[in-house]
C-alpha cells in the first residue's frame, strides 16, 4: 500500500475498510482528463505567476501529458488506496518527475479542485446534450412536416375532444424539447464560471491570477465567493433538475406511443428493430424500447432527489458529503444521452395508420363543439348552444347515429337556428382548419409553426457550428 499524500499528520494507516468507504475512485476516474486539464492550466498559471518556475511547470505539464496517455492505455492502475483521481493523478506525478510534482497543488485544494473538474465535465455534458436535442427537435419537426395532411382525435381525460392535426401534436412535443434545450442551455452559463483559487474555503495566500486560470480553460467568468464555490453545487443540481423535467416529457411521449401501438389504439406501428416478442406468448410484439424510457425517467428523478437531500442543511463549506454528488449526475447524463439518442433514431421507424387516425377521428362525437360554434355564430349565447348540442349528442347516441346522419328538421327540432350550412361544418377538415387562434392547429397555424421551428433549428446549428 502506498502512503496517503495527507499521512504526515497520522500515526495509524487507514483502516481498509474505512480506505473503501471513503474512495471515489471507482467512479470519479472518469473524471481524469478534466482534472489534467484543470492541473496543467493551474500550473501554467503558477509558472506565470512566478509562484513555481517555467522549468518546474513544463515538467510538470509534460508528466501531467504522460499520465493521460498512461490511462488511456489503461497502464495505469488505480485502485481505493489512491482514494481519488486527484490523488492518484498527482501521486503517480511525484513517481514520475520527483519532489517538482508536490508543488503542483501549491494554492489549491481538492475542494476548489473537484469543483472544477465537474464544471468542466458537466459543460461537456451540456454541450453535447444540446446537440442531441437539436437531433431530436429535427425528427420531430421532420415527422410533423410529412404528416401535415393526417387528422386524429385529440384527448381530454383520454377521451376523445376535438380533432387535432398528427403535425400538431407531434410540434407539441418539439415545443417541449425546445423549452428543455433552454434550460440546458441557461444551466450552462452559471457552469461556466471557474471556482479554481477559492482553495480549501478561503482562498489563498499566494499571488495567483484567477482570471489567467479562467482564460486558459476558456471559462467567462471567475467565483465571487470562496466558501460558495466548494459548497456549491447549484449548478448539478440545475442539470438533474432540467434531465428529469426534460425525460418526464419523454416519458409523456413514451407513453403515447405504447398506448398508440396497443390493438385498441392501433394508430402506429413500430418497427421491429425497436421491439421485443414474448418468451411466452409468440404473437406478441412488445413496445420495449418507450416502455424503458419511460421506466427509466424513475431514476433520473431520483437522482435529483438524491442530491438535493444530500445538500439539504449542509452546513458551509465543503463537506465530505459532497462526494456523493458524483454518481447521480453521472448516471442522468448517461441515462440522458442513451435515450435521447434511441429516440431520435426511433421516431423515424414508426408507421401511423393514418387511415385509422381518421376514422377515429370522428369516433366519439368529437365535432360537437363544431355545432355548437355554429349555432354561436348565429347569435346564440355559447351556454345555450351547449345544452341544445348536448341534447343533439343524447339524442344520437339513443338513435345508434353520428351527428352529420342527422336530418336538418331533427336538428331544428333543438333549436332553430340550425340550417342546411350546419353540415359544412361537421367535417375533420373544417373543425381542424377553422381553428386559427395562435397556437391553433388549423394546417396554416401547424404550417407556421413548422417553419418557424426549421429556421430556429438552423439558427441553432449555425451557432454550434461557429
Ligand atoms: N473525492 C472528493 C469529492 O469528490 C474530492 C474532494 C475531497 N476533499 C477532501 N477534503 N477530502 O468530493
Not at 402 to 428: I, R, S, W
Request: hydrophobic share 40%; aromatic share 6%.
Amino acid at each position: 500500500m502506498s502512503e496517503k499524500l495527507w499521512q504526515g499528520r497520522f500515526e495509524q494507516p487507514t483502516d481498509k475498510i474505512v480506505e473503501g468507504y471513503t474512495a471515489s475512485i471507482q467512479f470519479d476516474s472518469r473524471l481524469y482528463r478534466y482534472d489534467i486539464e484543470g492541473s496543467i492550466a493551474h500550473c501554467r498559471m503558477l509558472a506565470e505567476c512566478r509562484i513555481i518556475s517555467h522549468e518546474e511547470a513544463s515538467r510538470i505539464v509534460e508528466g501531467l501529458g504522460e499520465i493521460q496517455r498512461e490511462i488511456e492505455r489503461g497502464s495505469l492502475v488505480l485502485d481505493a488506496s489512491q482514494e481519488d483521481i486527484h490523488m492518484a493523478i498527482e501521486q503517480r506525478l511525484m513517481q514520475k518527475i520527483g519532489e517538482t510534482g508536490g508543488k503542483l497543488h501549491t494554492a489549491r485544494s481538492r475542494n476548489d479542485q473537484i469543483c472544477l473538474d465537474m464544471r468542466l465535465y458537466l459543460r461537456d455534458v451540456l454541450t453535447l446534450t444540446g446537440t442531441q436535442l437539436l437531433d431530436l427537435e429535427l425528427a420531430l419537426v421532420t415527422l410533423a412536416e410529412t404528416h401535415l395532411g393526417t387528422v386524429l382525435p385529440g384527448f381530454t381525460h383520454l377521451q376523445h375532444a376535438q380533432p387535432v392535426l398528427l403535425s400538431h401534436h407531434l410540434m407539441a412535443y418539439y415545443e417541449m424539447f425546445r423549452r428543455d434545450h433552454q434550460r440546458f442551455s441557461e444551466c450552462l452559463k452559471r457552469t461556466n464560471v471557474l471556482p479554481l483559487g477559492s482553495a480549501a474555503l478561503a482562498g489563498t495566500t499566494f499571488p495567483i491570477d484567477m482570471e489567467k486560470t479562467a482564460a486558459l480553460l476558456n471559462f467567462p467568468a471567475v467565483v465571487r465567493n470562496s466558501l460558495d464555490a466548494v459548497s456549491d453545487r447549484d449548478y448539478l443540481l440545475e442539470f438533474l433538475a432540467a434531465a428529469a423535467i426534460a425525460m418526464m416529457h419523454v416519458s409523456r411521449l413514451a407513453e403515447e406511443l405504447i398506448l398508440w401501438s396497443s390493438s385498441e389504439f392501433k394508430f402506429i406501428d413500430i418497427s421491429d428493430a425497436f421491439c421485443t416478442g414474448s418468451s411466452i406468448m409468440p404473437q406478441k410484439k412488445n413496445p420495449d424500447v418507450p416502455e424503458l424510457m419511460r421506466g427509466k425517467t424513475g431514476r433520473v428523478y431520483g437522482n435529483l432527489i438524491a442530491l438535493l437531500t444530500t445538500t439539504k442543511a449542509l452546513p458551509l463549506a465543503y463537506n465530505r458529503d459532497l462526494q456523493e454528488d458524483k454518481e447521480p449526475v453521472f448516471d442522468t447524463a448517461d441515462t440522458l444521452f442513451a435515450t435521447l439518442r434511441l429516440l431520435t433514431k426511433l421516431l423515424p421507424e414508426i408507421e401511423f395508420h393514418t387511415e385509422r387516425m381518421r376514422t377515429m377521428a370522428e369516433a366519439g362525437f368529437t365535432l360537437a363543439t363544431e355545432l355548437a360554434d355554429y349555432l354561436v355564430r348565429k347569435g346564440v349565447p355559447f351556454r345555450r348552444a351547449h345544452h341544445a348540442v348536448g341534447q343533439i349528442v343524447h339524442h344520437c347516441i339513443e338513435g345508434g347515429k353520428a351527428l352529420h346522419q342527422c336530418q336538418l328538421d331533427e336538428l331544428k327540432g333543438f333549436h332553430k337556428a340550425f340550417d342546411a350550412d350546419v353540415f359544412d361544418c361537421l367535417t375533420l377538415e373544417s373543425a381542424v382548419d377553422r381553428r386559427q387562434s395562435i397556437g391553433g392547429t388549423a394546417t396554416v397555424r401547424v404550417q407556421q409553426a413548422i417553419e418557424e421551428a426549421r429556421s430556429e433549428l438552423a439558427a441553432k446549428r449555425t451557432r454550434l457550428d461557429g
